[in-house]
């Protein structure tokens, strides 16, 4: 399958700074690219859809100033966690598509963001 | 939101029986997927069911779709000590917006 990579696979950071979490899709084209958190122990809650050259899509309750999310390229999609507090804190993970099969999105493989 | 429930939340079994694991959803869908994540990684695909089939494998892993109860089903057979992890199902809307929905994941634990 397809390689998606997320650099850094993890960050610590002090609260009130901003974290920029990178999203590459390394063999393919990525029309759309969506961002996943995932809190310990839970399910993945679907953020944002992402769309090269357009605005991102935000998901209900998902702040759009707190999460800035930029698809300059079909390569590559950067979410920023603005202004981070501890309960930021989590897995972050990106999936990019569609692949060969229109349904198919290839995940990275996550960014663990730790907040103090 | 979350889509759907799967069950159980965790399952331990020896290695070679089998497990299973369901899940169920709430709105009309394109298709079903199935997805796996070791602790702490990313997730990997394992198989997609459209909302017109009724049954798909692939290797030792077993599908199925009830779209009249909402419900899938994925089977691991003989099963291994490697197979330990989480296993979610995630719905894809008919929107075709690619937008999936995941299910809260069944953790299961292989032992050899």
């Known amino acids: 399958g397809a390689v998606v990579s997320q650099h850094p696979s993890w960050v610590i950071c002090k609260s009130g700074t901003s974290v920029k979490i990178e999203c590459r899709s390394l063999d393919f084209q990525a029309t759309t690219m969506f961002w996943y958190r995932q809190f310990p122990k839970q399910s993945l809650m679907l953020m944002a859809t992402?769309?090269?050259?357009?605005?991102?899509?935000?998901e209900q309750g998902v702040e759009k100033d707190k999460f800035l999310i930029n698809h300059a390229s079909l390569t590559l999609s950067t979410l920023t966690v603005t202004s981070a507090h501890p309960e930021d804190s989590s897995f972050y993970i990106c999936?990019?598509?569609?692949?060969?099969?229109?349904?198919?999105?290839?995940f990275g493989p996550g960014t663990r963001l730790t907040v103090l | 939101s979350q889509q759907g429930e799967e069950d159980p939340q965790a399952l331990s079994i020896q290695e070679g029986e089998n497990a299973t694991m369901n899940c169920s959803y709430k709105t009309s869908i394109n298709n079903l997927q199935w997805y796996r994540q070791n602790s702490g990684r990313g997730l990997v695909h394992l198989i997609l069911i459209r909302s017109n089939e009724r049954e798909k494998h692939s290797g030792r892993l077993r599908v199925t779709l009830d779209t009249s109860k909402k419900s899938s089903s994925l089977l691991i057979t003989a099963s291994r000590a490697a197979d330990t992890a989480s296993y979610f199902c995630?719905?894809?809307?008919?929107?075709?917006?690619?937008?999936?929905?995941f299910g809260q994941g069944t953790t299961l634990q292989v032992k050899p």
């Open positions: 999936s990019a598509g569609p692949g060969l099969d229109l349904h198919t999105q290839y």
């Open positions: 992402s769309n090269e050259g357009s605005k991102a899509t935000y």
């Open positions: 995630a719905t894809e809307g008919s929107g075709n917006t690619g937008k999936l929905i």
